[in-house]
């Protein structure tokens, strides 16, 4: 069973920054993709930033130049690192974690406002 936990929440104001955690107990954390997606108040849930277990990444179009996700496989743990913050990046963001299943951590709210 893989547990994840995530971390590193909160407000910001517009502009601002924050960077997301999530430390996953899993055996083989190195050999599989790890990815953040984030849930809007009255939207579904969408796939914000992925990462492969090369290091290979990728983003959705709303965050490019903005977010940057980064894995540190010694920690087992992965990194959403949130720049230039907007208010429509409201939301719970989730940690993913890609093996014979996809598992989910518990969310962590990120507010952006002034």
């Known amino acids: 069973q893989v547990q994840l936990v995530e971390s590193g929440g909160g407000l910001v104001q517009p502009g601002g920054s924050l960077r997301l955690s999530c430390a996953a107990s899993a055996s083989s954390f190195s050999f599989n993709n790890m990815g953040w997606s984030r849930q809007a108040p009255g939207k579904q849930r969408e796939l914000v930033a992925a990462?492969?277990?090369?290091?290979?990444?990728n983003y959705a179009d709303s965050v490019k130049g903005r977010f940057t996700i980064s894995r540190d496989n010694a920690k087992n743990t992965v990194y959403l690192q949130m720049n230039s913050l907007k208010p429509e990046d409201t939301a719970v963001y989730y940690c993913?974690?890609?093996?014979?299943?996809?598992?989910w951590g518990q969310g962590t709210q990120v507010t952006v406002s002034s």
């Open positions: 990462i492969t277990s090369a290091g290979s990444t």
């Open positions: 993913r974690y890609s093996a014979n299943r996809i598992y």
